[in-house]
């Protein structure tokens, strides 16, 4: 009776994945389309089917993709914390790079980009912004589309996916090369808190990468440009 009962949540938990999953490309897809302003919602149903999935398949809180009290535990495993500590290189030289071929006109780009959803001249309401948005993300595309997605596809074929549509979320309108670069490089550090989640097991991990990769960025920015 008890196999029976975990043969069915594995069932609804495969059907969830797969629904959140393509709502949230579906989502992201409307970023075609000038006028819309809704493919921001995809984070919001990443969040809640995580807690769904999760509840519906009744996962373990030690195998749970969002755990606070393994911290540690995670980041000794092996390479995390250099994978952990890599955005904040990539942060850097994306910056550079982008100044250098584009000039001013990358980070202009980029702070527009983010100004709808932060907010550059209040230091206080930024810093708790930055923190929020970076979880929301990371529960989103880490821990449902790529930790749910794991338990159904190849680690590498999720990875590439979440982040395709990670970085198709980041769009914007400008020049042409600005923006490819810059889809390009949120692309890339997609990829690599896809690894840390991959490694740790823990979207909390990749939480604090993607938020180190942030504020460094943001630092950059009020610093030398």
Known sequence: MRGQQVMENNRKSVALTMTGVAIMILLTVTKAVP????????????????????????????????????????????????????PGVSAIATSVVGNLIFSGEFVAHV?????????????????GQVIIAAFGEEIAYRGFFLGKGMKLFPFWLCAVASSVVFAAGHIAAGNIGVVLYDVACVFIDSLIFSVIYHKSGNCVISTFSHILGNTISIAEVFLFF
């Open 111 to 127: 702070m527009g980009r983010a100004g709808s959803i932060l907010s550059f001249d209040r230091t206080a309401l930024l810093i």
């Open 35 to 86: 006028s819309s302003n809704i493919a921001g919602y995809s984070v919001f149903v990443g969040i809640a089917f995580f807690f769904i999935t999760e509840a519906v398949a009744k996962t373990p809180r030690s195998e749970s993709g969002l755990r606070f009290h393994t911290i540690m535990e995670d980041l000794k495993k092996p390479d995390v914390i250099v994978w952990a500590l890599l």
